[in-house]
């Protein structure tokens, strides 16, 4: 086995059904994995659903039913999203379980066994959608009355409750930034929580006695623990923690946490002063990545821009969808879509570019050669073609998809779609039909080589469309005649307008 290769998703929390949002963290988190994977590595990708807390516990009250009811109907849709976009995980989680209860005590114990817990008296601004505590200083004013950093209502809450020693980690966590500068990234996401920690930290509440719906605390009954407490354990559940074991000694610590950027405190600060105050080692980093936007909007369910991705995958295909999201958005900032710019984009590169590419390659040699797949050319100009698109496919794309940057991987790999159709135009295969059919048969060839090589490179991000292209060309591998091709990628419409 390759070396080990731990990636996670934030869990999702799953008071509404998932939106575009969530299916962009989950295809960029399966993407890296694939990649990951097709180099040689031992990879575990874990994602889920956050199920406990107070936005759940109404949400179930204002449907009529049982808070573990209602989790198990919405976390249903979240593993449907997955699979339907091709979201290939190794571990669903879900903090409803048993397991999961029992790790989050554990590390809850861990923490009081330091000496980071006492018991004491909440007052302060807390947030409902957000499930966070705020400082006043950290308000706004907003349309009726405060509002967190995020523009959410926050309300003045009273109640006993547990406080972890947050203000002893202040110096710690600084000099693991320094210590490890990517732990968090990208680097403005950094800035942003050097900037928060040197502030000054203030003693995090632990607990919550107004509802019941989450994770029991050892030893007081009445308080469930703070949301973001229980949903950050997950990465560790995931790998049987508390009891340790193969899985946990493999793939502990985590080589990346991948989240969006309204969740990095969570993950950059309170996350390490946990696990610090357990004793158990950090992951080895934490990347935030930027918003998807609808036509430069945050969504939003007030805003009704709230766009389902299995409508999105119907529509424009799962790996159209897939390879728009990760090529037009520079990945760690925001970034925004909309029907034209998918249309455009998927029309112009996949079915126009490669997709054309591997068409009108692969029906000449059903056409011409009775579907046997020639050898490559050894041509000065085949060569060249081979390693221009070598060099793109085996150094250029997995430099960049290794930082996350699937923009710039997919440009260079675009680079060489358009080299390869480049030498098609320049030596006209079908005009050496007649002329030199040798010649066109080398020339067949070489494009076979450099569309697997391609397909190869690109498979992580369009996983269904690279598989069917890779399995049509290996079939005529040991010379048995391939099949008449059909067009990976349908052109997509552009006059008619999203709903």
């Not at 009081?112 to 400082?135: H, M, P, Q, T």
């Not at 950093?149 to 110096?171: C, D, H, I, K, M």
């Not at 989240?259 to 080895?284: N, Q, T």
Request: contains cysteine; aromatic residues 10%; negative net charge.
């Amino acid at each position: 086995m390759g070396e080990p290769y731990y990636i996670t998703t934030a869990i999702s929390y799953p008071n509404g059904a998932p939106h575009i949002g969530h299916a962009y963290e989950a295809i960029a988190a399966d993407t890296i994995a694939r990649f990951q994977r097709a180099q040689g590595r031992d990879v575990r990708f874990q994602t889920g659903t956050d199920e406990h807390g107070l936005k759940m516990a109404q949400a179930a009250r204002d449907e009529g039913i049982e808070p573990a009811d209602y989790a198990n109907q919405m976390s249903a849709k979240f593993n449907a999203m997955c699979d339907i976009l091709e979201v290939d995980y190794d571990r669903f989680i879900r903090t409803s379980e048993p397991a999961h209860h029992r790790a989050s005590q554990a590390i809850w114990q861990a923490m009081e066994a330091r000496g980071d817990l006492y018991l004491g008296r909440y007052e302060g601004w807390y947030s409902v959608r957000d499930e966070a505590f705020y400082d006043e200083s950290e308000l706004i004013g907003g349309e009726g009355g405060k509002q967190s950093p995020q523009g959410t209502p926050v309300e003045w809450t009273v109640e006993e409750s547990w406080f972890f020693r947050l203000s002893a980690y202040q110096q710690p966590l600084l000099d693991h930034y320094a210590a490890h500068p990517d732990f968090i990234q990208p680097d403005s996401r950094r800035n942003e929580v050097l900037r928060f920690v040197e502030g000054g930290l203030n003693d995090l509440s632990i607990s919550r006695t107004s509802f019941d719906w989450g994770v029991k605390v050892p030893g007081s009954a009445d308080h469930v623990m703070y949301v973001w407490l229980d949903a950050l354990t997950n990465y560790l559940t995931g790998l049987g923690y508390p009891d340790g074991g193969e899985l946990f000694e493999r793939y502990w610590p985590a080589n990346v946490h991948l989240i969006g950027k309204d969740v990095v405190r969570f993950h950059a600060v309170y996350w390490p002063a946990f696990l610090m105050s357990a004793g158990i080692e950090l992951p080895k980093q934490i990347y935030g990545h930027g918003f998807l936007l609808s036509r430069g909007e945050k969504m939003s369910k007030s805003v009704g821009n709230v766009v389902d991705p299995i409508a999105l995958a119907d529509r424009y295909g799962v790996d159209a969808l897939r390879y728009f999201l990760l090529r037009e958005v520079t990945f760690g900032q925001d970034g925004s879509y909309s029907h034209d710019a998918i249309v455009n984009r998927v029309n112009a590169e996949l079915a126009n570019s490669f997709g054309n590419l591997a068409q009108r390659s692969l029906s000449m040699i059903h056409k011409n050669l009775g579907g046997l797949v020639p050898a490559q050319g050894e041509a000065e100009q085949d060569r060249a073609l081979l390693a221009t698109v070598c060099a793109a496919c085996r150094e250029t794309l997995p430099a960049e998809f290794e930082k996350f940057a699937f923009a710039a991987g997919l440009d260079a790999w675009m680079a060489a779609v358009f080299a390869c159709n480049a030498y098609i135009d320049a030596v006209a295969p079908w005009a050496l039909r007649r002329t030199d059919p040798k010649r066109m048969a080398a020339v067949l060839g070489t494009l076979v080589v450099a569309i697997r090589e391609l397909a190869q490179a690109v498979a992580p991000v369009i996983p269904l469309s690279a598989a069917k292209l890779i399995a049509l060309v290996d079939s005529g591998a040991d010379g048995t005649p391939i099949a008449a091709p059909t067009p990976i990628f349908p052109r997509l419409d552009l006059e008619e307008e999203a709903a």
